[in-house]
């Protein structure tokens, strides 16, 4: 603003064209800051998947024959034995994925700090037009 406290017409409309290509500027850098950070939860949530399917691989493989052998002795049935060991390790698998799942959910990923930051400035605009 210029010093004098008197401006043209035209003075206050390249004023408000100038701030609001700074202000598009600006919210343009926040949505693209909030993506490349929702991009980075949606690899998380893709490294928990994989690291559910390792991990249920991992188990079934290495740990099911024994903990089915050793079961079996306690319950004294190698085959109700094998069904608490499976069961157990499908359920560890899918509580996994459920959270993987969870963390890659659309919701997650939209960007909110954005819209909340365009609406807010969408009123500043507005007061100060109406004012």
Do not use: C
């Amino acid at each position: 603003m210029s010093g004098n406290g008197h401006q043209t017409i035209q003075g206050l409309v390249v004023e408000a064209i100038r701030e609001s290509g700074d202000l598009a500027q600006k919210e343009f850098a926040l949505f693209r800051t909030e993506l490349s950070n929702n991009i980075r939860t949606l690899f998380m949530g893709l490294a928990m998947i994989v690291v559910a399917a390792i991990f249920a691989i991992a188990a079934i493989t290495l740990f099911t024959a024994s903990l089915v052998k050793w079961l079996a002795t306690i319950v004294g049935s190698e085959a109700l034995a094998a069904l608490i060991v499976g069961g157990t390790m499908a359920v560890i698998a899918i509580g996994l994925g459920l959270y993987g799942r969870h963390v890659m959910s659309a919701s997650t990923l939209a960007p909110r700090r954005t819209v909340r930051s365009i609406k807010r400035d969408a009123e500043v605009l507005s007061e100060r037009v109406a004012g």
